[in-house]
């Protein structure tokens, strides 16, 4: 056993649930509690129940059968300490003084963070303030800056793969046009993945805008090719040429004044360009909830042990990721405020185009 100075930490989950956050959590806890004696403090609901100090004590019990569990049995929450903070009206504190009273009132050696972005960039400021703090990388994005891959990301991938094979079966039977709009607000890592593992037709994604037309032509050249029917998957995130080019706010704007979901513009675009019958199906929270596949179980509980072995190392301030098939640790000001998009000349982008799949442009 290291001669560690980290004998208490605490451990949070915050932003979207994923699968695979009970395998990290019970990676972390049981290394640093069998393995090397520290105590460890759960704290509820994200950054939220570290401001109150809503917390409990994390045993060998209660994460002994968490393994294949979907969620996270800590709760959370999208609480952002650092954003338009409000002083509490009972004891006067900004979010981030009571995060640093808790942390000394709980007698905290360190603190772990599991959750995306928002997660780790909240992490990151945490560490500028004093704090020691570990991260790890949960997002069916697949979009932290600095991981080869996110837990959670391959389940989604299983899901909507899974999903979108289902919805083949009624397209070919109906010879219809089915659009399947998948989740990735920024990053279209997902809808790409599912795309190519699901022989779709077409892909609209984040980063590259799409032209109606394009997507209409390879609607009618499917259809031409006696095929029947199409199935075209729609990251939430996917926007056109137009909305390219107008700013941040003026995209807003038209976002909000949608009445419907992008995969519902999508086909009503397609409807009246190639004059096929379009359904639309939003996989929405399907995809991030349920069981965790065997591979985000094991890559999840790898990250968790890693975590616990940078506890007692005191290698503090990073994130725990994945490059080049090894295990490392990389600064969280490495990810703070930065999304992972897929590059233009990204090799499962030249692959998607050379199975046909059509982007949009």
Avoid at 70 to 99: H, Q
Avoid at 265 to 294: F, M
Wanted: hydrophobic letters at 40%.
């Amino acid at each position: 056993m290291l001669n560690s100075t980290v004998k208490t930490i605490g451990i949070l989950t915050s932003g979207g649930d994923a699968p695979g956050l009970n395998a990290a959590i019970r990676g972390v806890c049981y290394t640093c509690i069998e393995k090397y004696g520290i105590k460890v403090v759960g704290f509820r609901d994200g950054y939220r129940g570290l401001i109150s100090g809503d917390s409990f004590a994390v045993t060998k019990e209660n994460i002994s059968d968490i393994l294949a569990e979907g969620g996270t049995f800590l709760g959370t929450s999208r609480c952002k300490p650092f954003k338009k903070p409000v002083e509490d009206p009972e004891t006067g504190l900004l979010p981030v003084d009571a995060i640093k009273k808790n942390y000394k009132k709980f007698k905290l050696d360190a603190l772990v963070v599991l959750g995306g972005n928002g997660t780790n960039s909240t992490a990151s400021l945490l560490a500028q303030e004093g704090l020691n703090v570990i991260g790890l990388p949960k997002t069916i994005d697949n979009d932290i800056v600095g991981t080869d891959v996110t837990f959670g990301f391959h389940t989604a991938v299983d899901v909507a793969t899974e999903a979108i094979d289902r919805i083949r079966s009624t397209a070919r039977s109906h010879g219809r046009v089915m659009v399947v709009e998948v989740m990735g607000h920024k990053a279209g890592w997902l809808g790409l993945y599912s795309a190519i593992a699901s022989g779709a037709d077409a892909c609209l994604i984040p980063e590259i805008p799409y032209e109606i037309g394009a997507v209409a032509k390879a609607v009618n050249e499917v259809r031409n090719s006696g095929k029947g029917f199409s199935i075209i998957v729609v990251a939430e995130g996917a926007l056109s040429v137009d909305e390219a080019k107008m700013d941040k706010k003026a995209f807003k704007r038209a976002r909000a004044a949608m009445p419907q979901s992008i995969g519902y513009r999508v086909a009503k675009e397609l409807e009246e360009a190639t004059g096929a019958e379009v359904r639309v199906s939003v996989l929405g929270y399907l995809q991030r909830g349920g069981t965790p596949s065997p591979y985000d179980r094991v890559l999840a509980t790898q990250f968790g042990t890693t975590a616990a072995e940078m506890l007692v190392k005191g290698e503090f301030g990073n994130l725990v990721a994945m490059q080049n098939n090894e295990i490392v640790g990389i600064p969280l000001e490495t990810c703070a405020g930065k999304v992972k998009n897929i590059p233009a000349e990204h090799p499962l982008i030249q692959t998607g185009r050379s199975v046909g799949i059509c982007f949009g442009d």
